[in-house]
């Protein structure tokens, strides 16, 4: 019987995409750890949301969207408060990796859209105290480091996105949360800035560092870094796509190449060369699907 389950913790957050004229093209749920939750309910497994919404109508949209692919949603508290929003806008030429906006200010009102909160809860209820539990984060705060702990039989897996995320933490904080983690997934944007905040100098001081089982960087069309150890050796690995699409939405496509890895890490016996050669190509499959359509998530 299949004992894993695969959570998440934090703010529930809508996307509202806009086109370069800020036209609005779709609302949909969104942040890096929800679509990953998502994406991993769309393989068929079995997660569990634990967060915080607002009771208003971004909220309800949001739910609704973790909800249809089966994800629990019955530990998310309703709070009586705005619900984040993550504004992206699209522009009408020809995308890049690194074009499309993301924006806690809403591009029509100029208003703040993120409205984080302080009632997240810490603990997981009895029925999943036995399971094997996968951990997603991609937000570093103290409620998540005590909600992490305060669970066992557990594997961590970190999807490190945005330098906001953790660049107001000291470097000693960050190294004891990072030394949670088995499992960790930077992009090329954030890697200098994290490798400059720990003091180490390459990605392999930064594995050793922090004891991981598994060390992505992604490089977005021009493939990933991987870190890991191999008979008894770390090795250290870059694959590049054989199949590269034409861009039309690219907010999803680290997420979706995150979910295909922590779902193999998570069956795999054993992380080799064998293992990268098989999930680089599930991964990029998955990404490819969401960087073609509007939108974060698979559909």
């Not at 609005?24 to 990953?36: A, S, V």
């Not at 009771?55 to 530990?75: M, P």
């Not at 107001?168 to 954030?190: C, G, P, R, W």
């Not at 770390?234 to 699409?245: A, D």
Request: proline content about 2%.
């Amino acid at each position: 019987m299949n004992n894993k389950v695969f959570i998440s913790h934090g703010d529930i957050i809508l996307d509202k995409i806009y086109d370069g004229n800020l036209n609005l093209l779709k609302e949909d749920g969104g942040g890096c750890n929800w679509n990953d939750l998502y994406n991993l309910a769309y393989m068929g497994e079995k997660c569990y949301a634990f967060g915080s919404a607002g009771n208003d109508r971004e909220g309800t949209i949001a739910l609704n969207s973790l909800n249809k692919v089966g994800i629990n949603t019955e530990y998310v508290t309703i709070e009586n408060k705005e619900t984040n929003i993550m504004n992206i806008i699209i522009p009408n030429d020809v995308l890049k990796d690194n074009t499309i906006i993301h924006s806690w200010y809403s591009p029509i009102t100029n208003s703040y859209t993120m409205n984080f909160s302080n009632n997240l809860p810490t603990t997981i209820p009895d029925e999943l105290k036995d399971k094997e539990i996968y951990i997603i984060l991609d937000k570093f705060l103290p409620i998540n480091l005590t909600f992490l702990k305060n669970i066992s039989n557990k594997k961590v897996c970190l999807d490190v996105g945005h330098i906001r995320f953790f660049e107001h933490f000291t470097k000693q904080y960050l190294i004891n949360f990072f030394k949670e983690a088995n499992y960790m997934q930077l992009n090329d944007s954030v890697s200098p800035l994290l490798l400059e905040r720990l003091q180490v100098k390459n990605f392999v001081e930064l594995y050793n560092l922090l004891n991981l089982d598994l060390l992505v960087v992604t490089k977005g069309k021009k493939g990933a870094v991987f870190v890991f150890k191999e008979n008894e050796q770390i090795v250290e690995i870059e694959k590049s796509p054989t199949v590269v699409v034409d861009i039309v939405d690219s907010s999803g496509a680290g997420d979706a190449f995150f979910s295909c890895f922590v779902r193999e890490y998570a069956y795999s016996n054993k992380i080799d060369s064998d293992f990268l050669d098989k999930t680089f190509e599930l991964a990029n499959s998955a990404s490819r699907e969401v960087l073609s359509q509007i939108g974060s998530r698979r559909i």
